[in-house]
């Protein structure tokens, strides 16, 4: 078992930034890729970002390339989402998502969920 628990949610204003941090507990953090999804009211949660157990390959949603980074530090048991230039669309629950297999992350079908962060950007 993996426990994902998520932080650094908030509301902030359009053009602020926000770092989420996903904090893992159980099984070795180091052997699982990470992800990171939202959802929007009344919108399908959606894929934003996902990095492999060494940190070596990411991959960004394009809606999102260019705003958001996504970073581990597997000392920490923990992986990052820093989100820069923060738009209203942006707002969303943020969940962290972990499993063996990258691509299972990026398919949204990891085996382990955070209860997610919600961040909230006002106009």
């Known amino acids: 078992q993996v426990q994902l628990v998520e932080s650094g949610g908030g509301l902030v204003q359009a053009g602020g930034s926000l770092r989420l941090s996903c904090a893992a507990s159980g099984r070795t953090f180091s052997r699982y890729a990470m992800g990171w999804f939202r959802q929007a009211p009344g919108k399908e949660r959606e894929f934003v970002a996902a990095?492999?157990?060494?940190?070596?390959?990411?991959d960004v949603a394009d809606s999102v390339k260019g705003r958001f980074t996504i970073s581990r530090d597997n000392a920490k048991n923990t992986v990052y989402l820093q989100i820069n230039s923060l738009k209203p669309e942006d707002t969303a629950v943020y969940y962290c998502a972990a499993d063996t297999v990258f691509n299972t992350v990026v398919a949204g079908s990891a085996d382990y969920w955070g209860q997610g962060t919600q961040v909230t950007v006002s106009s």
């Open positions: 990095i492999s157990w060494s940190g070596t390959r990411t």
